[in-house]
């Protein structure tokens, strides 16, 4: 059965609600702050809308309410209720049917239309490369449904994208409140653990990757998209070539463990003539007896700056080099060539680059292995071989050398690039 329905104890209709936990993005994050029942009535006191799957309320007695998938023609519930709360199980996007029974005869039949309709996507708060590879998908729903588009984030991130998307609306995060607004649907962007929750989720990011994940939750095609960035101050502030560089992450798995590594590829970078810019927020990272500096030679550009300083900063960068993290995103989103050093993630993982550097003799890409579930209150996490002489081998056998060699390519292709 793919819907459930719920009353209370009283017999009066309970809405089926937001889960306890939340996605990766954001932890212990409800999906929707405000939701109630739903907005819209059809005949008979049936009320309906699409905020949080499909809902359908009915009061009294003698009801049968069945909800239909109708691109993939197939029924999802259907069930006699009364004094109920019907809820899809699937909260991701469904072209939904609604077909009302009672006494054997149709009462109230609706197929989702979103055309011209207010709809809500909520995108977690302050994880910037998330944000960053799930946004565009955002404005293409809006594209093919032809809606009237609201979008929740974090405000600095929201900086990012305002000029670039005239035609979608910000809602402060706290003041999400779907009957306020008046959303026919509502929809929660992010990736969920654990990794086999088909409720929020039809697809394991683990297998589509971080960036598409989005695409399959929205009823999208599953192609590579590039946001775009509004940057406000396109002014060149540093008149000789330079390089951004960031070395920081949320997990000691996503760093470049390799003891030497920064430190020779900064002095590359100098000796080709680059200054180097270190652009992370933070100079030092870490916990316990782990932490990670800001690498020796690297001028210090960190700081808890707004993203709009990054992205000004980045505009006139030469190329980036950094990890599987939100600066990374940002870059690629500039159109900036971008040198990414992950072992943790496969390549596949996040968005195509070819000067992508992995070691494929080290064990690697656990973080898209559906054996092992990430665990982001782990930040030593290493489910192979945690507490072993191996941990943290996937970067830590990232030669500098493979790095520097992979920054010579890029240094020849940007020499060569036509473009201004």
């Known amino acids: 059965m793919s819907a ?28 929707f702050v405000k939701l109630g029942e739903p907005l819209f009535e059809g005949p008979a006191g049936i009320r309906y809308d699409f905020n949080y799957g499909c809902r359908v309320k009915v009061s009294g007695a003698g009801w049968r309410v069945r909800l239909l998938d109708r691109n993939a023609d197939v029924v999802l519930y259907d069930e006699e209720v009364a004094d109920a709360t019907v809820c899809s199980t699937s909260r991701y996007y ?64 929201w900086s990012l994208f305002e000029d670039a ?12 409140d779907a009957g306020a607004y008046g959303f026919y649907a509502s929809y929660f962007l992010g990736i969920f653990f654990p990794s086999s929750d088909r409720t929020h989720q039809p697809t394991d990011y683990r297998v589509s990757g971080l960036q598409r994940t989005i695409a399959w939750l929205l009823g999208l095609p599953a192609q590579e998209c590039r946001p775009r960035i509004g940057v406000r101050d396109t002014r060149r502030r540093i008149a000789e070539p330079y390089v951004c560089i960031a070395a920081q992450a949320s997990s000691q798995c996503k760093h470049w463990n390799n003891p030497t590594g920064w430190y020779e590829t900064v002095r590359y970078l100098k000796a080709q003539g680059y200054r180097v810019l270190c652009i992370d927020r933070d100079a030092l990272t870490g916990q316990g007896l782990q932490w990670n500096h800001i690498p020796y030679g690297a001028e210090d550009f960190t700081g808890d700056l707004p993203l709009q300083e990054r992205a000004s900063l980045l505009l006139h960068a030469e190329f980036f080099v950094g990890l599987s993290s939100g600066l990374s995103w940002l870059a690629w989103a500039l159109g900036k060539p971008v040198v990414m050093i992950s072992g943790f993630t496969h390549p596949q993982n996040e968005f195509g680059t070819p000067y992508r550097v992995i070691n494929f003799h080290a064990c690697n890409s656990c973080w898209n292995d559906t054996s092992v579930e990430f ?32 920054i010579a390519r890029v240094i020849d292709d940007v020499k060569h690039d036509p473009r201004p």
């Open 375 to 406: 665990d982001n209150t782990d930040y030593l996490w290493c489910p192979r071989h945690a507490g072993t002489e191996r941990q943290f081998e996937c970067s830590r056998l990232i030669a500098p050398g493979q790095v520097v060699k992979t």
């Open 94 to 157: 469904v072209n939904f049917r609604i077909e009302v029974l009672r006494d054997g005869k149709l009462v109230f039949e609706h197929d989702q239309d979103l055309y011209g309709r207010k709809v809500f996507a909520r995108l977690p708060v302050s994880t910037i490369g998330d944000v960053i590879a799930w946004f565009p998908y955002v404005d293409e729903f809006r594209k093919r449904h032809q809606c009237e588009m609201y979008v929740s984030m974090g405000e600095a991130l």
């Open 165 to 176: 998307y005239p035609h979608l609306h910000y809602v402060h995060p706290e003041d999400e």
């Open 4 to 31: 459930s329905s719920q009353t209370n104890g009283a017999g009066q209709p309970q809405p089926a609600g937001p889960p306890a936990g939340g996605p990766a993005a954001g932890p212990g994050q409800a999906p």
